[in-house]
């Protein structure tokens, strides 16, 4: 073979090997292409309607519905859930609004397409004659995981009032604002039960609305034939953080009017039975607390020496200016001195323990401080036992420590209601 020759050979083994490699790489290329999407598709995240609607609309046709609801029902497009269902050809007859009313601006008197029934204004409850001409009722409302947030109230009883009439019960699964992975404070005790104490868990339970609802259903008396269905969320774990999935921000309540208050609002509530302001009137509602001759800078000192994770404190003065509600809000149109707060650490944030911390530092420092409304605190902790230490001066660890044997407790039971890893 001349030396020509066998150049043109390896030129062309070369060649061969190379276009061999180029293969191989834009067959792995288009491979990953495909797991990608792949992946992309099975980690796509929908809200507990969103399946409903895509899956189960079965459950609903030729069947008269009522939906429990406010402005916080909606889907990933911004778009009501009774909206959709009706255009669907759904026969939504009637939707009932909690505490707040549709609009979740204490406004009862909205008028929708759909006759609007507010529950706050009938004791909280689905009445017989309300559901005379319903067949399944669908749940579809933003809580924020604590107890004393009325909304887990009217889930519960709603579930009652649907168990007692025999009715179809259906929860369409929601993101937790709340870390899932978090569970604090004091178990509700039945002396203390209330529209702000009515389901049997720690003030914050860890757990999403549907996972709450399996819990609840145990918790009814000759619940057997009670017809109970989650429609579990998807592409949703225990660790989703609620702003990566993007969805439309409506505010739930008139005072939490952004992810910052709905996620300082346990760290502060406890304050409601205190005569403290807690920025309600403000533009910045649960993320202040103060009053006009509240002494901050010491206030201050206790907070920042207990070296809690995951929030700090700052001094700061705010006026409530404005009527949100049909009360006027503490400290109406008087300059408080205050202290703001802010999470920056949400994975080693633990609200409840620092409502406890404030507790304490008012009581030691604020002059004036008084137990207000009847002892409103008790309803709000679910028992009397954080009141009583508080004024006996019980420390920071004694109180927390005082109720870890019940949450291990409640830990253990809540285990096999859970839907999300």
């Known amino acids: 073979m001349s030396k020509q020759s066998k150049i043109m050979v390896r030129l062309k083994s070369i060649s061969f090997l190379i276009f061999v490699i180029i293969l191989f790489l834009g067959c792995k290329i288009k491979s ?25 609309l079965d459950l609903l046709v030729g069947k008269r519905v009522g939906i429990i609801t406010n402005s916080t029902g909606i889907l990933s497009n911004g778009k009501q859930l009774y909206e959709t269902l009706l255009e669907k050809g759904i ?40 559901l005379n001409n319903i067949d399944v009722l669908i749940f579809d409302i933003q809580d924020l995981g604590v107890r004393y947030y009325t909304y887990i109230s009217t ?28 569970i604090d404070g004091f178990m509700l005790e039945k002396d203390y039960e209330s529209f702000v104490g009515a389901v049997p868990v720690p003030v914050m339970y860890g757990m999403t609305a549907g996972e709450l609802a399996q819990f609840l259903k145990d918790q009814i ?17 225990r660790q989703t953080n609620y702003e990566s999935l993007k969805l439309p921000w409506v505010k739930p309540s008139p005072s939490i009017i952004n992810l910052t208050s709905a996620r300082l609002y346990p760290a502060l509530c406890f304050l409601e039975g205190v005569n ?55 400290y109406m149109n008087k300059e408080c001195n205050g202290i703001s707060l802010k999470i920056t650490d949400l994975m080693n944030y633990e609200p409840v323990k620092v409502n406890i911390l404030i507790l304490i530092a008012l009581k030691k420092h604020f002059a004036d401080f008084k137990w207000t409304k009847n002892n409103f605190i008790d ?19 004694d109180i927390v420590g005082s109720y870890q044997e019940e949450l291990k407790k409640f830990n253990q039971l809540r285990a096999k209601y859970l839907l999300y890893n």
């Open 276 to 330: 403290i302001s807690v920025g309600r009137g403000t533009d910045n509602p649960f993320q202040v607390f103060g009053a006009p001759n509240l002494n901050t800078e010491d206030i201050l000192t206790e907070l920042e020496k207990s070296n809690l994770k995951g929030v700090s404190f700052s001094l700061c003065s705010f006026t409530p200016y404005k009527k949100i509600s049909s009360y006027d809000p503490e």
């Open 91 to 130: 026969m939504v007859v009637r939707i009932f609004t909690p505490e707040h009313g549709f609009g979740a601006n204490d406004d009862y008197s909205l008028k929708l397409s759909v006759p609007v029934t507010p529950l706050y204004k009938q004791n909280n409850h689905l009445t017989s004659d309300n």
């Open 221 to 237: 008396p000759d619940n057997n034939n009670f017809n109970l269905k989650v429609i579990a969320m998807k592409g949703y774990t």
């Open 155 to 182: 889930l519960y009883y709603t579930m009652i009032d649907a168990c007692n009439n025999k009715k179809e019960y259906i929860i369409c699964d929601r993101p937790s604002i709340a870390s899932l992975t978090y």
């Open 32 to 56: 990953n292409k495909v797991n990608s999407v792949e992946n992309l598709h099975n980690n796509s995240f929908k809200l507990g309607s969103e399946v409903l609607i895509d899956e189960h």
């Open 379 to 397: 309803k709000l902790a679910g028992t009397d036992r954080l009141r009583k230490m508080i004024d006996n001066g019980s420390s920071f660890e």
